[in-house]
């Protein structure tokens, strides 16, 4: 009697293990299947852009839609060039890029060292002040700052000055970087900081030379973000830039008015659109790891 | 250790920041509120009527004053008349109407209701969603790297851009040309419903219904919203101590009660902050109206008045440089709206957070 129930559950649990192995399997398949299926959805937008990008118009309006263009169409790119004026965009978006994007730095670097590192009065209070700051909505700030920029003379100024120092200067403090340097410093250990004391090395000099490498992956996160955030900047050149100085948005938008009356010439937008979306990808691409760092500790875009 | 003849040096440091601080975050801040709380009386005939005393107009026909209780109150700062005996030309004085002035705005209701059903339909549908794909990624091995770069993808691009790229695939293609020669289709979207066997549907072109656009919207800000959410949930997943998964191996716990139990559970502080951005951004919703729609905010051809899909961002927008009293009260307005949610959220997760 009991010989013949120890055979049962070993048949038992070879039945039971064929049958996990098989349910494994096949949840294996739905998981695959369910990723594959939605990764697919999230990349077609893509994937019609260029496509699009690449067909006659005549095709485009075709009932029965082409998956792959019949004949490439490379003038697209030049028309979307030419309609868009986009080089004049590109060249705004960068040198306002850059520039904010060096400055900002310099800037985030020097608070954050202070913040970290350097003694004063009140620093505490101020630093919760400044993280306080970033609970407001930035359509609170715009309103004065539209009224400040203009009390400047920078509103819509034609010159090379104002017009590029108005989408640059008002956004040169962001909190959040500064916050997020600040924690990286605080990482490196006081002994360094005090070991360079002794030896007589200013302040300055133990910035330069140990901290700012020590925490370059941080800094190089900053870098992006601040780029890509003047690349997809939209609200603020539309509201006070010159129109000589607008940046790459505000040039697709302006250039492409009538997206929904059916009439535009959508080959030619949707090469001005990829032209515009592929230095994303590009950056995207070779600096991940950076940019999904900084996102996962922002959830602000650009 | 650090002597105070230093601390000038720490300041020196600082300098940059706060003066720019100063000027473009602290001043804003102590401003808006001053000038969403300020009326201004005027001795002279406001510029909105002409020298009889006639409203006027727009060129679609708004009068280019609003009317409140008697009083008139312009576009321009919410000015009101003086009284003729009044010695004073100008005058500036504390009170509400600015205020008023925003929730009596014919659009008014309108924007709530956009904001409102914006955030109902995608904040829980997005956090499904990312929660479902970061649930998987997180199961699977081999691909796992590159399906995790596909999802995320969307996140660096530019939304008005990629806002074309929706607007061209919803679009009815070549319905108002006269061009008899080009074929029309009914835009990939709607190609896509026929092969199921559905009729195609009229979605953010000239007469398409409320409905419509906003179910674009909500499409477009769902796949805008996921790459955030799975970076966020996948993050806290891959923190997670399997030591939970492996008692609940041991005991065979169903795969549906892990995920409840345990899964959502130890993501809960993940999903309440996801949650919490997710409601931020559908109160501060506009470029990716703007992407799809221009900046009108509506489908091309509707009534002209409050744009169909207007948002409190918007409205704020619409008034800067004419109306900064109204802009700067509607901004206020927005950042109570926010902090208020945001405490509510707040207050729901801290029960439900099991930490």
């Known amino acids: 009697m009991a010989k013949q129930m120890k055979v049962l559950t070993e048949k038992d649990l070879q039945q039971v293990t064929v049958q996990q192995k098989i349910f494994k399997v096949l949840s294996q398949i739905a998981l695959y299947t369910f990723l594959i299926v939605m990764a697919i959805i ?9 496509i699009s990008s690449l067909k006659s118009l005549a095709e485009y309006r075709l ?93 819509k100024n034609p010159n090379w000055f104002e017009g590029y120092a108005v989408l640059i200067v008002p956004f040169l403090v962001s909190v959040f970087y500064i916050y997020l340097l600040k924690q990286n410093f605080m990482q490196i250990p006081n002994e360094l900081y005090l070991a360079a004391k002794v030896d007589g090395t200013s302040d300055f000099k133990y910035l330069c030379k140990v901290m700012i490498p020590l925490s ?87 | 250790m650090v002597d105070s003849k230093h601390q000038w040096k720490a300041w020196l440091y600082l300098l940059p920041a706060i003066i720019l601080l100063l000027i473009f975050t602290v001043w804003p801040i102590f401003n808006t509120v001053r000038m969403a709380f300020t009326v201004y009386w005027d001795a002279e005939a406001p510029a909105g009527f002409d020298e009889d005393g006639m409203q006027l107009c727009d060129e679609n026909g708004n009068p280019l004053w609003g009317k409140y209780q008697g009083y008139t109150i312009s576009k321009d700062l919410g000015n009101k008349k003086l009284a003729d005996d009044d010695p004073a030309k100008v005058k500036f004085e504390f009170g509400l109407d600015n205020f008023i002035h925003v929730l009596t705005y014919d659009g008014f209701w309108t924007i709530m209701k956009n904001t409102v059903i914006l955030c109902v339909l995608t904040v829980p549908l997005s956090t499904f969603l990312a929660l479902l794909i970061a649930v998987c990624l997180n199961a699977i091995k081999p691909l796992q790297r590159v399906l995790q770069t596909i999802f995320f993808l969307p996140y660096v691009t530019n939304s008005i851009a990629i806002g074309m790229v929706f607007a061209a695939m919803f679009n009815i293609v070549g319905v108002n040309t006269t061009d008899v020669a080009a074929s029309t289709s009914v835009g990939i979207v709607n190609t896509v419903l026929m092969v199921f066997g559905l009729d195609p549907i009229n979605w953010i072109n000239q007469g398409s219904t409320y409905w419509a656009n906003i179910a674009v919207m909500v499409i477009y800000i769902v796949w805008n919203a996921l790459p955030f959410k799975i970076l966020i949930l996948l993050g806290g997943l891959q923190s997670v101590n399997k030591q939970y998964y492996d008692a609940a191996k041991i005991d065979s716990t169903p795969k549906w009660r892990v995920f409840t139990r345990i899964t959502v559970p130890l993501l809960s502080p993940m999903i309440a902050y996801v949650v919490i951005t997710g409601f931020i951004g559908g109160f501060k919703e506009y470029t990716s109206i703007v992407g799809i729609f221009g900046e009108k905010m509506q489908p091309p051809g509707a009534a002209v008045g409050v744009p169909v899909l207007q948002t409190m961002v918007g409205y704020i927008y619409d008034n800067l440089g004419n109306a900064e009293g109204v802009a700067s009260a509607a901004a206020l307005l927005l950042f109570v709206l926010i902090f208020a949610v945001t405490l509510v959220n707040l207050g729901v997760s801290k029960k439900k957070t099991h930490y």
């Open chain 1, 216 to 302: 370059l992956p941080t800094l190089i996160s900053i870098t992006i973000l601040k780029m890509m955030g003047s690349w997809n900047s939209y609200v603020w050149p539309r509201l006070v830039a010159h129109k000589d100085y607008y940046l790459i948005t505000n040039g697709l938008r302006s250039a492409f008015t009538d997206a929904g009356s059916g009439e535009a010439d959508i080959p030619v937008q949707m090469a001005a659109v990829t032209i515009v979306s592929i230095p994303l990808f590009l950056v995207f691409i070779f600096l991940r790891k950076y940019i999904m760092k900084g996102v996962s500790r922002s959830g602000i875009k650009g």
């Open chain 1, 42 to 50: 999230v990349i077609f937008p893509f994937y019609w852009m260029i």
């Open chain 1, 63 to 155: 009932s029965i839609p082409t998956l792959f263009p019949k004949e490439i169409m490379w003038g697209n790119y030049l028309q979307a060039f030419q309609k868009a004026e986009l080089l004049k965009l590109f060249k705004n978006t960068i040198i306002v890029g850059v520039v904010s994007t060096i400055l900002s730095l310099v800037i985030t670097i020097i608070t954050a060292f202070a913040f970290a590192r350097l003694e004063f009065k009140g620093k505490n209070l101020l630093f919760s002040m400044l993280l306080g700051t970033m609970m407001i909505p930035g359509e609170l700030f715009t309103i004065t700052n539209f009224t400040t920029i203009t009390e400047f003379g920078w509103y």
